[in-house]
């Protein structure tokens, strides 16, 4: 059997967990820079507030009905994740954190339970009563079938945060009553492509034959049709597969103009990009350094670069030095530059490099290592590459943020005995 | 993962620690006052009414949400949108001071009302670091 968990709204409901005087009203939580929605509580969505609008669009709807408005606290949130992660590892015998607020769960050695709704509730309530956040629990026999019931426990009437495929009933009445694009690997383009074969719901496609689907659409699409028939086609290890692109990009807080801050902001993002690459085992190919004003602006500039290593690489300051490589046909002079990022666009895998009698060694594993070790224990930043000094003009923009209540003692909340 | 660390002797290099065997883990505050370190959360105390269960003001409270709630038990509570730290009377629906001067609160339905926690550990610094007290500003 295997499960999937996740938040309810996580962004929003972790803002309530601390802060009783906002327990009951509608809160919304805004991207980086406070630029757009990105996640809205049931209270709020009852509002008719979509996620994604960009903030000042919606600014006045929001005042007028009392709406709370947060920036997004990382900070906040990756703690009450790291807790929520926890609490339900201690129910399975393997599990994978896939996102923030999302856990994979595989039950191998659980043949005592008969009871798997009551089993949900179990971990539902306890998640619960040890972290304050509600979430929403699937159990199906193959991966997409857990995602599919995870889906039903939260957005289909009759559910109760709990939902099981576990026989032909209840897998026929779930997929029957999600469409197309809340099947787990179906997009938007997938969806309405599969739609035009008269495919109504997650049902329909389940009914396919696999071989035709894969003639039609690819061998992703045969495995989903396999995996929701109660094949398991995915592997447990698939969904924790590496990355295939890492890419680090935000917009400023406050235009920038001057040629040492962009150059300061785009290293930054080259030694974040360089830490993730690490922490997957990872070599950098091929980086694409890009830098733009806005899209609103009269003069839209946007300019981006290619650089290939000549040998694939992990080392920060290698990777850096790509940036002033390539930095003079990015930045021009009176440009407002609105945003810019690194990415890396092509990966190879460490374990398994083909060397060159010619190659010079670039990369510098033992460097790499203590780099990592030190930010880790004195905080990100604590050992930075000169060039990427931080400046408060490309900070995040945080205006409605919230106490760091669970990691600086000058926050943590008041109680009033 | 808890490992004691203990370096390998090689070469001539004199004596061994005759200690070295006994090595243990060094103290650690968190084992001590943490019970379910997950669900534990910590908040400042404001205000005298606990004194008589030795509360104070500026005292750190340890909040336990995995802790079993009783009858007498030190909460802290979400009461009408505001945290509060009181003894619960479950019998009578009632929050009950730790001094004489402050009357017994009871909760009736039309309050909001949630218990975050168990207090069965609080703390407090002789000498108070600004840090701490920030928060109460």
């Given amino acids: 059997m295997f499960g999937l968990i996740d938040a309810v709204a996580f962004?929003?409901?972790?803002?309530?967990?601390?802060?009783?005087?906002?327990?009951n009203k509608p809160v919304v939580v805004l991207t980086n820079n406070d630029g757009c929605i990105c996640a809205v509580c049931p209270m709020a969505r009852e509002l008719g507030i979509p996620k994604f609008i960009p903030y000042f669009k919606i600014k006045s709807f929001l005042a007028k009905h009392n709406v709370v408005i947060r920036s997004s606290n990382y900070e906040l949130y990756a703690d009450l994740s790291e807790r929520m992660m926890n609490v339900i590892a201690r129910y399975s015998d393997r599990h994978y954190v896939y996102s923030i607020d999302e856990s994979f769960l595989h039950f191998r050695n659980f043949t005592c339970i008969d009871d798997w709704h009551e089993y949900g509730h179990v971990i539902r309530k306890a998640v619960w009563r040890e972290t304050r956040l509600p979430v929403?629990?699937?159990?199906?026999?193959?991966?997409?079938?857990?995602?599919?019931?995870?889906?039903?426990?939260?957005?289909?009437?009759?559910?109760?945060?709990?939902?099981?495929?576990?026989?032909?009933?209840?897998?026929?009445?779930?997929?029957?009553?999600m469409s197309l694009t809340d099947v787990w690997g179906i997009g938007s383009k997938l969806g309405k492509r599969l739609s035009i074969l008269g495919l109504k719901n997650g049902w329909d496609l389940a009914n396919q034959s696999p071989k035709s689907m894969k003639g039609q659409f690819g061998v992703v699409v045969e495995r989903t049709v396999n995996e929701l028939n109660g094949m398991p086609c995915l592997n447990w290890d698939e969904i924790g597969q590496d990355k295939k692109e890492i890419f680090s990009t935000r917009s400023f807080g406050q235009r920038v103009t001057n040629e040492h801050a962009l150059k300061a902001a785009l290293s930054s993002h080259a030694s974040i990009v360089a830490k993730k690459v690490r922490r997957q085992c990872s070599l950098i190919k091929r980086l694409v350094i890009f830098a733009s004003n806005s899209p609103h602006d009269d003069n839209y500039y946007k300019k981006s670069v290619i650089y290939e290593f000549p040998v694939a690489t992990d080392n920060t300051l290698?990777?850096?030095?790509?940036?002033?490589?390539?930095?003079?046909?990015?930045y021009m002079a009176g440009v407002m530059f609105y945003r810019c990022g690194v990415g890396?666009?092509?990966l190879e895998n460490s374990q398994f490099q083909q060397q060159d009698m010619f190659n010079v060694t670039v990369n510098?594993?033992?460097?790499?290592?203590?780099?990592?070790?030190?930010?880790?224990?004195?905080g990100s930043g604590a050992i930075e590459v000169a060039v990427a000094e931080k400046s408060?003009?490309?900070?995040?923009?945080?205006?409605?943020?919230?106490?760091?209540?669970?990691?600086?003692?000058?926050?943590?909340p008041k109680i009033i005995c | 993962m808890?490992?004691?660390?203990?370096?390998?002797?090689?070469?001539?290099?004199?004596f061994e620690s005759p200690a070295a065997e006994y090595k243990e883990l060094n103290l650690s505050l968190e084992d001590l006052l943490l019970q379910h370190p997950n669900a534990t959360f910590f908040g400042l105390a404001n205000g005298r009414s606990m004194e008589g269960r030795g509360i104070f003001d500026g005292d750190v409270l340890v909040v336990d949400r995995a802790e079993h709630v009783s009858n007498d038990s030190v909460i802290v509570a979400n009461f009408n949108g505001c945290f509060v730290c009181k003894i619960i009377d479950t019998d009578k629906a009632l929050l009950l001071s730790a001094s004489d001067e402050h009357k017994p609160i009871s909760i009736s339905a039309a309050d909001s009302f949630q218990i975050e926690g168990v207090v069965n550990v609080s703390f407090r610094l002789h000498k108070k670091l600004p840090t701490l007290l920030s928060c109460l500003a």
């Fill in chain 1, 11 to 23: 962004y929003a409901r972790v803002e309530k967990v601390f802060d009783p005087t906002i327990r």
């Fill in chain 1, 136 to 177: 929403g629990v699937g159990f199906g026999s193959t991966l997409t079938l857990a995602k599919a019931a995870n889906h039903a426990s939260k957005k289909l009437s009759g559910f109760d945060g709990v939902a099981v495929i576990n026989d032909e009933d209840s897998r026929k009445e779930i997929l029957s009553r």
């Fill in chain 1, 318 to 330: 290698k990777i850096v030095t790509a940036i002033s490589f390539v930095f003079d046909s990015i």
């Fill in chain 1, 344 to 346: 890396a666009i092509e």
């Fill in chain 1, 364 to 378: 510098n594993p033992q460097l790499m290592k203590y780099y990592d070790k030190v930010n880790y224990r004195y």
């Fill in chain 1, 392 to 412: 408060d003009k490309w900070a995040m923009r945080r205006n409605f943020l919230s106490p760091s209540y669970t990691s600086k003692w000058s926050e943590i």
């Fill in chain 2, 2 to 14: 808890k490992v004691i660390p203990v370096y390998i002797e090689a070469g001539i290099s004199g």
